[in-house]
């Protein structure tokens, strides 16, 4: 029992690296647009070279844990992103970091194909559902302290009043004139570490669910003739471009258009953006407690498109406040398009996981999108574009037909009624 216990705290540790190293884009856009002199279409295009080693990985790495098992599979995917943070830190130019991201992309994406199953195995699956909330709350911690940790290093590593060891270490290994690329030795050292600590940690043997398992190429050819599964997959899509658009743009857009400093007031930004879309999984739980998701959907979607023409059309501190505030209302969005979706197929879940989560794609490119329309008609109509995909999000709550409804109080109530 204590070693499953120690397994479970090591998968919500996973999940915190795993944060750490995915959304920190947001606050160092700005910095890349800045060091390499490039377009905010070429900065998105950074973003893409990540977020497309998901839709990439997500399937092959199922594939990868049915016939290598967890262990092997994790380490090496930590090692993997291991070697593409030391190749940027070491040689921070603008194609090294394209490659490098698509290396860490490439391990992220691994690891959230292996850890939800052996979550539910170490932790048991009747605390499955708890655990998986918990790890969400590392998660979003994760994402809520990276901002502030950039924030500290960018402010801190070039004074040399600071005798901070950890500081003096990174001081010495960065360029004084780069030193955000001081995160990237950061994300080395924790992958690093997580690899060797994986080397010794004890792994119970996983047996996968049907919703776990990859699938045959019989399974997805079945699935991808179905409308229903393209409509859902389009969602994904349009979901993590609505996440990856905000967050890796809010900075650079308070910095263009009201002159904030992408180091404080633009890092903030972005970490109470994750802060609060933490914050929403827990309201949202509470809602579909007694609303139909359908109905928590659209008002969800509802309240971020509001959100959205505050950001981009109300004054600086309403727009430095607004931006964030779209985090609260999309943190409900994941888990109930995914439900939804999950909910509307009766067979083949499994395989159908495997394609919504290969949508995830849908980060890279509409970040990059959003740059180019950007360069040509400003940012503020590249951001435009989010209009487009949380109006999609919204229509889902009109036309989801799933087989099984969430449970809300009204209908246990009806339901004892009839017993």
């Known amino acids: 029992m204590t070693r499953k216990r120690s397994l479970v705290c090591l998968i919500f540790v996973v999940f915190f690296i795993i944060s750490l190293l995915t959304n920190i884009f947001g606050p160092i856009v700005p910095d890349i647009i800045r060091t390499f002199h490039v377009s905010l279409g070429a900065a998105g295009f950074l973003v893409f070279s990540f977020f497309i080693a998901y839709g990439v990985m ?7 844990v049915e016939r290598y098992q967890e262990r092997p599979v994790m380490i090496g995917a930590f090692l993997v992103a291991m070697l593409g943070s030391i190749g940027f830190a070491l040689h921070p130019t603008y194609k ?23 979550l539910r195995t170490a932790g048991g699956e009747e605390n499955f559902a708890l655990n998986e909330t918990l790890a969400q709350l590392f ?3 994760a ?6 940790i950039y924030s500290y290093l960018v402010i801190h590593l070039p004074n040399h009043a600071y005798q901070n060891p950890i500081l003096f270490i990174l001081r ?46 019989a399974m997805y050819k079945s699935l991808m003739k179905r409308p229903l599964v393209w409509l859902y997959f389009l969602a994904i899509f349009a979901y993590v471009g609505c996440e990856q658009g905000t967050a890796n743009w809010m900075s650079q857009f308070l910095s263009i258009y009201h002159g904030f400093d992408p180091h404080t007031t633009g890092a903030h930004a972005v970490s109470w953006f994750w802060g609060l879309m ?15 998701s359908r109905r928590v959907l659209i008002g969800a979607a509802s309240g971020a498109l509001i959100m959205l023409s505050l950001a981009l059309f109300g004054p600086p501190t309403l727009s430095a406040v607004a931006f ?17 979706a999950l909910n509307s197929v009766a067979e083949h879940h499994g395989s159908f996981t495997g394609i919504l989560s290969t949508a995830i794609m849908g980060g890279a490119i509409i970040s990059v999108t959003i740059g180019h329309i950007g360069d040509r008609i ?9 209009y487009i995909t949380f109006a999609y999000i919204w229509s889902i709550g009109f036309w989801a037909r799933p087989l099984i409804n969430n449970a809300t109080v009204k209908t246990k109530s009806s339901n004892a009624a009839i017993v």
Request: charged share 5%; glycine share 10%; with cysteine.
């Open 58 to 64: 997500s399937i092959p790495a199922g594939f990868l």
């Open 96 to 118: 090294a970091a394209f490659v490098s991201l698509f290396f860490i992309g490439g391990g992220m994406a691994t690891l959230q194909v292996a850890i939800n199953p052996l």
């Open 139 to 141: 998660f979003g911690s």
């Open 143 to 148: 994402s809520f302290l990276s901002p502030w």
């Open 172 to 217: 010495s290994l960065t360029a004084t004139s780069l030193p955000w690329v001081s995160l990237y030795w950061i994300f080395a050292f924790c992958a690093c570490a997580m690899a060797f600590i994986l080397l010794f940690a004890q792994f119970p043997k996983v047996h996968h669910t049907l919703e776990e398992q990859p699938g045959t190429l």
């Open 278 to 292: 933490m914050f929403g999984c827990f309201v949202g739980v509470l809602l579909l407690r007694i609303i139909d």
């Open 324 to 340: 964030p505030l779209i985090g609260l209302f999309a943190s409900a969005m994941w888990p109930l398009i995914m439900s939804l």
């Open 378 to 386: 400003g940012l503020r109509g590249g951001i435009s574009l989010l």
